[in-house]
């Protein structure tokens, strides 16, 4: 579990439901691309648009896409632990090679909660988990978990800095990776402390110039690294994010040639026509074509 993580973002037909065939041909393009990570993730993957039963099939879609090239971490929904045992069965069968716990935010989390609920689920199927931190997620009860067999990993969505480093710190004498959830620049303070793997906003559309970062960072090529952050990450970031984050990303997935449009889930508002145009332009402009050849 190294290297840059893909969050799989997904393509939605017109009527609000997973377009599966285009998903598995992403997936294989990521894996084919050299793509260490995948991951299935609330936000980029757009749980709230699916039902239970799409979280179930799309796990199966991607993990037969990627026939095990690539690391593939499901995700499950925000369920109770009964749900969760039959999901991890699911998983571990299709051939997933790790699930995330995600939690219900209606859930009052403390490190009691975390630890019984993991106990109420670990032992469901023989596939390694980990755990997803957010804001005023108990670092104690990630501290704790952090030595059991099977939990191998935490991916970071509280702070960048203070929970990404408390994480690190408190775990460091364990067999627990630490994914940084933000930037690639939270990444080149992260590694050197022991964080192994790192979410990363050009990896789901330049997966190359993802891996080239992380050797950089790996040999200790620090100005490289840097380089890397100030050309390709910081102007793609920024612009995209003030755009529409999740559009522009299936819109340059859609310029690949892999998605047929860049439609969000069912809920969502269409994205405005000239989306499209324009992340073509600043795709030419940041990384010099608008599709990997």
Known sequence: MKGPVVPINLCFNVDGTPDYPSIGRYV?????????ILMLTAGSSEFASLSDDE???????VAEANQGRAVFIASTGLWKPSVTREFLVHADRVGADAVKLQFSSWLTLSREVVVRYFDLVQDAADVPLL?????NFPLDGAVELA???????????GHPFYDYYELMRG???????????????NFMFGYPLGSPA???????????????????VAAGRTGEAWEFIFKYEDPWLH????????????????????YPNNLLGHAYPHPAPD???????????VFGSATVE
């Open 28 to 36: 294989d393009w990521l894996a084919d691309e050299g793509v260490p």
């Open 131 to 135: 755990l997803l931190s957010g804001p």
């Open 171 to 185: 775990t460091a004498d364990e067999d627990f990776g630490v994914i940084s959830g933000g930037q690639m620049r």
């Open 147 to 157: 030595s059991r067999p099977n939990m191998i990993g935490i991916k970071n969505d």
């Open 198 to 216: 790192y979410l990363c906003p050009i990896a789901p559309l330049r997966p190359g110039l993802a891996n080239e970062f992380y050797d950089h």
């Open 239 to 258: 612009w995209a994010a003030s755009q529409n984050w999740l559009a522009s990303i299936k819109a340059a997935i859609h310029l690949q040639g892999l």
């Open 55 to 61: 979280i179930w099939r799309l796990t199966a879609v």
């Open 275 to 285: 989306v499209v145009d324009n992340v073509r332009d600043k795709l030419v402009e």
